[in-house]
T-cell receptor, first 111, second 114 residues
Framework: QQQVKQSPQSLIVQKGGISIINCAYE??????FPWYQQFPGKGPALLIA?????SEKKEGRFTISFNKSAKQFSLHIMDSQPGDSATYFC??????????FGKGTRLSVIA | NAGVTQTPKFQVLKTGQSMTLQCAQD?????MYWYRQDPGMGLRLIYY???????DKGEVPNGYNVSRLNKREFSLRLESAAPSQTSVYFC?????????????FGSGTQLSVL
């Protein structure tokens, strides 16, 4: 059962543009929303995370926007660079259960 | 810093063969996990160990067994491999599920079952 729905599956963005990846969830018990970044041949690594008591968190060019009423959160990558080309996973935690991941978005940033 | 170490990196099995994927972490983490990654399916949890001495099923446990050998090591066993188990397997660890600490992943094992 997929508890976190992620879209789009793939995304192509011009260098310098904005990349936007969206996730939606149904379980209102989710209380922590991280994004992981994965480069080819590597394991995923934490990129940025947000708790539901804030609506936005920014770290450099990466921003999470959180809409609690809509049960949605999104990752925005400003001034996208070719080095940002990777697969991005949204995820959620609930109670004492492990992290649940979305299906991933493959981002390609082209010059 | 080694972090999470998985062995082997690549493996080819014939249907029905068995094998064990090894995972070790050197960060003194309490919780460890096994995920599988398939194209278009994301990362799906197979089994996890919230703390030494405990193991629990995840989303896709059928066909697998695990052993939390000690605090450092968490192995995944395929008793009778099937082509549907062709996947990339990732081991991960974290300080604690309850603390919402980040997961540290190994570099993965690419398994093909023919």
């Amino acid at each position: 059962q997929q508890q976190v729905k992620q879209s789009p599956q793939s995304l192509i963005v011009q260098k310098g543009g904005i990349s936007i990846i969206n996730c939606a969830y149904e379980n209102t018990a989710f209380d922590y929303f991280p994004w992981y970044q994965q480069f080819p041949g590597k394991g995923p690594a934490l990129l940025i995370a947000i708790r539901p008591d804030v609506s936005e968190k920014k770290e450099g060019r990466f921003t999470i926007s959180f809409n609690k009423s809509a049960k949605q959160f999104s990752l925005h990558i400003m001034d996208s660079q070719p080095g940002d080309s990777a697969t991005y996973f949204c995820a959620s935690y609930s109670g004492n259960t492990p992290l649940v991941f979305g299906k991933g978005t493959r981002l390609s940033v082209i010059a | 810093n080694a972090g999470v170490t998985q062995t082997p990196k690549f493996q080819v099995l014939k249907t029905g063969q068995s094998m064990t994927l090894q995972c070790a972490q050197d960060m003194n983490h309490n919780s460890m996990y096994w995920y599988r990654q398939d194209p278009g399916m994301g990362l799906r949890l197979i089994y996890y160990s919230a703390s030494e001495g405990t193991t629990d099923k995840g989303e896709v446990p059928n066909g697998y067994n695990v052993s939390r050998l000690n605090k450092r090591e968490f192995s995944l066993r395929l008793e009778s491999a099937a082509p549907s188990q062709t996947s990339v397997y990732f081991c991960a660890s974290s300080e604690s599920i309850l603390l919402r600490e980040k997961l540290f992943f190994g570099s993965g094992t690419q398994l093909s079952v023919l």
